[in-house]
């Protein structure tokens, strides 16, 4: 089946520490994004990428980053410079263009003890 | 950057009444879509709709990207429509894509 997996589900952390989630794409698309949501709230950007090998930040990309070495795949790294980093993180992608038609993840929940 | 504001924030209906959501949103945009997450998290995709107005099966949706607005319709709503819905807008190249805060829709029984 075609759809966008992302590992874990789950994910808690210590302060401190810096996590890779995992986000892999079967559809083809070119185009990739990372979200956050906290509670009660909609979702933010975080980062996107149109293409292979190039990203851009979006509206909160401070203590984050990413990186595009493989069409599938758009890995985000949570570093320890992230103030407040416990939120829910949805990856997403897109077919012919950047803000086409987006299609989600299912998630990675993040929780720093 | 573009402001989207959402309406009902929240709202409560009985299984077979039907419901309209509204998204308003500050500059003109080229790209605007609609999304169910449900309990688990998960985002669905509802519909792409820059302009215009299409329909699947109980809902439907209408932009009018003149007067900055879109409408989602929820007919015959059943338990399973539970859920947050948000409206995402963006510009093309403009490096944004902005979500509203959602509506939180219960459906009781």
């Known amino acids: 089946d075609g759809g966008i997996t992302q590992s874990p589900k789950y994910l808690f952390r210590k302060e401190g520490q810096n996590v890779t989630l995992s986000c892999e794409q079967n559809?083809?698309?070119?185009?990739m994004y990372w979200y956050r949501q906290d509670p009660g709230q909609g979702l933010r950007l975080i980062y996107y990428s149109q293409i292979v090998n190039d990203f851009q930040k979006g509206d909160i990309a401070e203590g984050y980053s990413v990186s595009r070495e493989k069409k599938e795949s758009f890995p985000l790294t949570v570093t320890s410079a992230q103030k407040n980093p416990t939120a829910f993180y949805l990856c997403a992608s897109s077919s012919d263009r950047v803000w086409g038609t987006q299609y989600f993840g299912p998630g990675t929940r993040l929780t720093v003890l | 950057g573009i402001q989207v504001e959402q309406s009902p924030p929240d709202l409560i209906l009985q299984e077979g009444a039907n419901s309209t959501l509204r998204c308003n949103f500050s500059?003109?945009?080229?790209?605007l879509q609609w999304f169910h997450q449900n309990p688990w998290g998960q985002l669905i995709n509802l519909f792409y709709?820059?302009?215009g107005t299409k329909q699947n099966g109980r809902l439907s949706a209408t932009t009018v990207a003149t007067e900055r607005y879109s409408l989602l319709y929820i007919s015959s709503s059943q338990t399973t429509d539970s859920g947050v819905y948000f409206c995402a807008v963006s510009i093309t190249n403009a490096g944004k894509s902005t979500f509203g805060d959602g509506t939180t829709l219960t459906v009781k029984p």
């Open positions: 559809l083809n698309h070119d185009a």
């Open positions: 709709i820059p302009s």
């Open positions: 500059d003109s945009v080229n790209n």
